[in-house]
């Protein structure tokens, strides 16, 4: 990804995927700061994104659409507590991106059950690419 508005546009659809749940909890909130600083976006307008509205971007690769998945499973697990509407939202999101439905189930079962909530690469990718297969 190199466009800096489709930064913009991930960290907005994350933004408002962190608020499904009725709340912006502080660790979802230091999560999405660490990825803006990862993805290089200005303090400045990370900040003016919780006062636009959702803008919706293509995301043009499966890797990428698997990366942003990844990411909102990940903000979905931060505050400790898996609201239904996080899950169901989810669900939808990834579908939404063209993911395979059986893969999604797969990472997020996967994460559920890791003491750390997280996966590694490998088998991220391992699930989306098998369903190629």
Do not use: W
Not at 48 to 72: G, P, S
């Amino acid at each position: 990804m190199n466009k800096y508005e489709e930064k913009l546009a991930l960290l907005t659809e994350m933004i408002a995927f962190s608020v499904v749940d009725g709340r912006l909890h502080e660790r979802e909130y230091l999560f999405l700061t660490m990825i803006a600083d990862e993805l290089q976006v200005a303090l400045e307008d990370f900040k003016a994104l919780f006062h636009q509205e959702n803008y919706t971007t293509v995301i043009k690769t499966e890797f990428e659409r698997i990366q942003q998945f990844y990411r909102l499973a990940l903000l979905m697990h931060c505050d400790g507590v898996l609201h239904e509407r996080e899950q169901i939202k989810i669900h939808e999101i990834g579908i939404n991106m063209g993911l395979n439905p059986h893969a999604i189930k797969r990472v997020l079962k996967a994460m559920e059950i890791s003491p750390t909530k997280m996966i590694s690469p490998e088998f991220l990718l391992e699930v989306f690419q098998e369903q190629l297969n």
